[in-house]
């Protein structure tokens, strides 16, 4: 069962790399049983987490014996959840013609509400994290600083400061001023470019993954 395992793993694995060929019947049907077997197992997991594992042991908690040898609900059960349930099924209404528009108003108020939340979150994650990030000592006064970590500190503030000169269009770049937003674009474009090699490289350790399932684990070449 294993060695069938193993091949079923590598026709699909080669069956995607040929898309660098061209596009295949060979791609299409790895494409679609990857599709496909993603769209059950995450249907599979949501079902039992949030509908089951949520919903219905939140609202209908399990029994258990208290001291007096009586059953009692094990948590008290919150039945907030069948607003959020009603909401779901609402949301459902989309797939019949006649009363699809009543999808419109969970649909409306579950984006209101993660608008919200998400903007509270990121507001905390994104803006005031990387304020925190670039307050920093700069000459090691009253703090056990190497000399790598003040040149560090100094580059980032003047990276920051010098960004957001650049995103600053009131003013002309000239002289000084356009200087500064000079430095600033160079600091972004590097900052760009970091990013997008931080991200070929975690796509290359996939590819290098499946170059190694290929030839180690499927052909036997590598030890």
Same mark, same amino acid.
Request: hydrophobic share 55%; proline share 2%; no cysteine.
């Given at each position: 069962m294993e060695h069938v395992a193993l091949w079923v793993a590598a026709f699909l694995t080669l069956g995607i790399i040929s898309f660098l060929y061209k596009d295949n019947p060979w791609y299409k049907l790895c494409e679609?049983?990857?599709?496909?077997?993603?769209?059950?197992?995450? #249907?599979i997991v949501l079902f039992w987490d949030n509908i089951v594992g949520k919903?219905?042991?939140?609202v209908f908690p399990p029994k258990e014996l208290?001291?007096?040898?009586?059953?009692?609900?094990?948590?008290e059960p919150d039945y907030w959840l069948i607003v959020g349930a009603v909401?779901?099924?609402?949301?459902?209404m989309r797939?019949?013609?006649?009363i699809g528009w009543i999808s419109r108003w969970p649909l409306a108020f579950i984006i209101g509400c993660t608008s919200g939340l998400y903007l509270i979150n990121y507001f905390s994650s994104n803006m005031m994290r990387q304020v925190q990030g670039t307050i920093m000592p700069l000459l090691g006064m009253n703090y056990e600083l190497s000399t790598y970590d003040i040149i560090g500190n100094i580059i980032i503030v003047i990276g920051?400061?010098?960004?957001?000169?650049?995103f600053y269009f009131s003013k002309e770049h000239k002289g000084w001023f356009g200087r500064a937003a000079k430095v600033g674009i160079w600091t972004i474009m590097i900052?760009?470019?970091a990013s997008f090699g931080y991200t070929v490289m975690s796509r290359m350790s996939l590819l290098?993954?499946?170059?190694? #399932?290929? #030839?180690?684990?499927?052909?036997?070449?590598?030890?």
């Open positions: 679609a049983i990857f599709v496909g077997i993603s769209a059950g197992y995450w #249907f919903f219905w042991v939140g208290n001291d007096v040898g009586e059953l009692v609900n094990s948590v909401l779901g099924v609402l949301m459902l797939l019949i013609p006649n920051t400061f010098t960004g957001l000169i650049y900052t760009f470019g290098i993954g499946r170059v190694d #399932f290929l #030839f180690g684990d499927w052909l036997g070449l590598i030890n």
